[in-house]
């Protein structure tokens, strides 16, 4: 049976929970255990598909079409496992689960209480599907105290008691404040989170503590003897440059030996932390840089592209170069400042979007790039983006548009279900806007001879998508004679999934999403291609 490893956050949220358990993941692998990681959330969005990037970072997408917490792209990048829909839930989901049941008349005359109808279906998300693992770690989002995080605890605090105390372990991550103004070191945060904690049924077994600055022995001995817990489970994590320190500073932090001593593990392998001291090498120490413009509507939000922000580095650290991003809103791009924003930049990447708000700035960047041959990547809208600034300025048709904000106009970009009578099998109902893309993993099959295939090097390839909205097919061949193939297409010929320029660099569109697939010890070949162009542009 596997063992369960749960991770719970105090004092503050944004402390690094779900990097700490990606750490942990992969430094568990490389002592040769099979690991599987899932996270629970608290809010009542069934999941965050609907959810605005502002309100909740990025969304990521999983190859079999979840919509979940940016938290399980770490997973992913940490890991390199791949996670499926149900790695991931929501307070909401569960609630809609146990009421399509109750319905049902499934639960047989009884009330539907919290306790334990709620904490049940908890405990079987997190126990279903882990036959074949040796650890599974599970997130619980938010922080101990929250009223939205009550039924996890209780759930997991049930679990542990149903499967036996020596088969799980609880993690709880809090914040160690430091004073500038009397130079010191508060340990009473903690105490009151554990306290809290403790409160619900959960002792902790391993407190990692988050902090600016090295946790003095006599600090750590104070938690220790005030959370109950062993001297050599309490865990310092200092604050580390790039987070792909994170492993490495756990591992000195004996993080992992800790965990497997917990269970009485052997360690099958000693842990192999070079490909990380490597890219760490390269993301601190590397003097060679390049500027690349990311411009969307959410670049305020640090997490809005988050997997993208990463893809990016990646990219980088397969070039030997620092990847320096500069974020521009959409809405703000004034058409006379286009070139004085992006005159030093070396690459423009247009992300995925929703919505009119600044497409314009987005056009007219698309046109600055193509004219004066700057390398650009559009992702899915950013794709859209470059059809449309093409069907206008180079195709001529100028009331060329998308359908998803322009309903009159020339739709090269428009819903699938528009175009159904071509025989197109598609989902989709304009009434329900939850889960009803085009979402997860699709084949494209790429064409010979064309930039694409020199860089995946493979006919067929496999990408994540999150659309709603298609190119035109039909428009085709007007582009192509005007210099833009379309390079990569569905196996059935119908959706233009790449494009790319004749007579330039480095121009490639995308319909899906390259960078939830790309990770650090192996960067995704369109980033590293993309990047590697802006290095040769400068
Ligand atoms: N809004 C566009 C669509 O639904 C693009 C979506 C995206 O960029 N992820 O097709």
Not at 14 to 35: D, H, I, P, T
Not at 361 to 388: H, S, T
Request: hydrophobic share 35%; with cysteine.
């Amino acid at each position: 049976m596997a063992r369960f490893i749960f991770v719970t956050g105090g004092v503050v949220s944004s402390l690094g929970k779900g990097l700490s358990s990606a750490s942990l993941a992969y430094l568990l692998q490389s002592r040769g255990y099979k690991v599987r990681l899932r996270k629970l959330d608290p809010y009542l969005n069934v999941d965050p598909g609907t959810m605005s990037p502002f309100q909740h970072g990025e969304v990521f997408v999983t190859d079999d079409g979840a919509e979940t917490d940016l938290d399980l792209g770490h997973y992913e990048r940490f890991s390199g496992v791949t996670a499926k829909k149900t790695d991931n839930i929501t307070t909401g989901k569960i609630y809609s689960d146990v009421l399509k049941k109750e319905r049902k008349g499934e639960y047989l005359g009884k009330t539907v209480q919290v306790i334990p109808h709620i904490t049940d279906r908890i405990k079987e998300f997190i126990k279903h599907d882990t036959s074949k693992e040796d650890f599974v770690i599970c997130e619980i989002g938010g922080i101990v105290g929250d009223i939205e995080s009550l039924p996890f605890v209780e759930a997991i605090r049930q679990f542990s008691n149903d499967v036996g105390k020596k088969n799980t372990l609880f993690i709880h991550l809090t914040l160690v404040p430091y004073l500038r103004a009397s130079d010191e070191i508060k340990t009473k945060p903690t105490q009151h989170s554990v306290k809290e904690l403790r409160s619900i049924g959960v002792q902790p077994d391993i407190i990692i503590c988050r902090s600016e600055r090295p946790i003095p022995l006599e600090h750590r001995k104070k938690i220790s003897l005030f959370c109950n817990v062993d001297i050599d489970n309490v865990i310092e994590t200092v604050d580390v440059k790039t987070i792909y320190e994170a492993p490495i500073s756990f591992a000195r932090e004996k993080l992992d030996v800790q965990v497997l001593n917990y269970f009485k593990l052997k360690s099958k392998k000693s842990n192999n932390l070079t490909p990380w001291k490597k890219i760490t090498k390269i993301v601190l120490d590397t003097k060679k840089q390049v500027n690349i413009a990311i411009i969307g509507k959410y670049v305020e939000l640090k997490d809005a592209y988050k997997s993208l922000d990463e893809a990016l580095t990646h990219g980088g650290i397969a070039n030997n170069l620092k990847v320096n991003l500069v974020r521009i809103d959409s809405e703000k791009l004034k058409f006379s400042e286009i070139k004085s924003n992006l005159q030093d930049v070396s690459g423009i990447l247009i992300p995925g979007g929703f919505g009119k708000r600044g497409t314009s700035g987005k056009i007219e960047a698309i046109k600055y790039a193509r004219v004066n041959k700057i390398p650009f990547l559009g992702i899915c809208y950013g794709m859209q983006m470059a059809i449309i600034e093409f069907a206008k300025n180079q195709l001529k048709i100028k009331k060329a548009t998308s359908s998803e904000f322009d309903k009159t106009g020339v739709h090269i970009i428009g819903l699938m279900n528009e175009w159904e009578k071509s025989g197109r099998k598609v989902k989709g109902t304009d009434k329900d806007l939850g889960g009803t893309m085009r979402l997860g993993s699709y084949d494209a099959i790429l064409k010979e001879n064309t930039k694409i295939k020199s860089i995946y090097k493979s006919r067929l390839i496999k990408e994540r998508h999150r659309h709603r909205y298609e190119v035109d097919i039909s428009f085709k061949e007007k582009f192509e004679n005007k210099g833009l193939i379309f390079s990569g297409l569905s196996p059935d010929n119908k959706l233009p999934e790449i494009i790319e320029l004749k007579n330039h660099p480095w121009f490639i569109g995308v319909q899906f999403h390259p960078e939830f697939k790309s990770r650090p010890l192996s960067p995704h070949p369109l980033f590293s291609s993309f990047i590697k162009a802006a290095k040769n542009h400068k």
